[in-house]
């Protein structure tokens, strides 16, 4: 997790909403991607943390599917990335701050629980809470 709030720092410190995500292989502990939001730099609304680590991560291994990995994100994934987390078949979510607003796993779509979706990753939030709750509230803060 502490990788994943190095790419959410280096996400404010860019301009951009403060969440890094990281892929790690599940076996042997090695960081296959990482990535902090792009989505102002991109001009990409899909260039959240966790799609580009996921997309990195996929392209390292030569393969869609992720299932020996897991991830680790600063906020609670939205929808989308929830979506693209089960798609990938990615083993475990490790997170760090809820999203009642945005997120798509505890909140909100709440992915994982739907009949529809076809893999569930074991899901282990509040992984420094604080410190990434703490990025978000004093990225927003200067704004206003």
Do not use: W
């Amino acid at each position: 997790m502490d990788l994943a709030l190095a790419e959410a720092e280096a996400a404010a410190a860019r301009g951009e909403v403060p969440v890094g995500a990281v892929v790690v292989d599940g076996r042997s502990g090695a960081v296959l991607a990482r990535a902090g939001n792009r989505t102002e730099a991109a001009n990409d609304p899909t260039a959240h943390a966790e799609m580009l680590a996921i997309r990195a991560a996929a392209a390292a291994r030569g393969s869609a599917r992720l299932p020996d990995c897991d991830i680790y994100v600063t906020l609670e994934p939205c929808a989308m990335c929830a979506q693209a987390i089960a798609f990938a078949r990615l083993r475990r979510l490790y997170f760090g701050a809820p999203d009642p607003k945005g997120g798509g796993v505890e909140h909100g779509a709440r992915i994982f629980a739907q009949p529809t979706c076809h893999h569930r990753p074991e899901v282990i939030g509040g992984i420094r809470e604080s410190r990434a709750a703490a990025l978000l509230r004093a990225f927003f803060a200067a704004r206003r």
